[in-house]
């Protein structure tokens, strides 16, 4: 069993940038793929990015040239970096554990492992 564990988040104003960190633990056999999903007041979670096992990436394009996920094998560690931040990047995001597939040609993943208590990014105006 595998346990998530993300920090890094906190209050920026509009512009500016945070790291975000998702530590695993606990039984590891294999590496999948894995991403970071966000869900804002009052909406549904949303998957923002992921990598896949082999390393390539996919990005919502909401954050396309802004957000740059990135994984530390060694670590099981994954990173979201993310800058320019905006208003409404404002969420709780969350990183999960998942298995990478296609949805009518659109690559995406599909989240296998219990959520956590996320971390929270406030974007101010």
């Known amino acids: 069993q595998v346990q998530l564990v993300e920090s890094g988040g906190g209050l920026v104003q509009a512009g500016g940038s945070l790291r975000l960190s998702c530590a695993a633990s606990?039984?590891?056999?294999?590496?999948?793929?894995m991403g970071w999903y966000r869900q804002a007041p009052g909406k549904q979670r949303e998957l923002v990015a992921f990598?896949?096992?082999?390393?390539?990436?996919n990005y919502v394009d909401s954050v396309k040239g802004r957000f740059t996920i990135s994984r530390d094998t060694a670590k099981y560690t994954v990173y979201l970096q993310m800058n320019s931040l905006k208003p409404e990047d404002t969420a709780v995001y969350y990183c999960?554990?998942?298995?990478?597939?296609?949805?009518?040609?659109?690559?995406?993943?599909?989240?296998?492992?219990?959520w956590g208590q996320g971390t929270q990014v406030t974007v101010s105006s």
């Open positions: 999960n554990r998942g298995a990478s597939t296609k949805i009518a040609g659109i690559a995406t993943m599909a989240a296998f492992g219990s």
């Open positions: 606990g039984s590891i056999f294999s590496i999948n793929a």
């Open positions: 990598i896949t096992s082999g390393g390539s990436t």
